[in-house]
């Protein structure tokens, strides 16, 4: 993994260094799948417009 991640995470959560393998794979996991879905949202607010997280806000607003 990578130094950014390891650094970003243990300012974070603070009691990161106590934290056993299990769990801080499982947040490794949840923050990269953070990462990919936010690449997407970039990817496509580039190519049309950021105008379209503003739309996308409010269906997903309306969903939850």
């Given at each position: 993994d990578s130094l950014a991640m390891e650094s970003l995470l243990s300012n974070i959560y603070m009691?990161?260094?106590e934290l056993d393998g299990?769990?801080?794979s499982a947040?490794?996991?949840k923050l990269r799948k953070a990462n990919?879905?936010?690449r997407r949202w970039?990817?496509?607010a580039s190519?049309?417009?950021f105008g379209v997280l503003l739309?996308?806000?409010r269906l997903f607003e309306r969903q939850m």
């Open positions: 009691d990161w260094d299990l769990s801080q947040l490794k996991q990919k879905q936010a970039l990817l496509i190519r049309l417009s739309i996308g806000s």
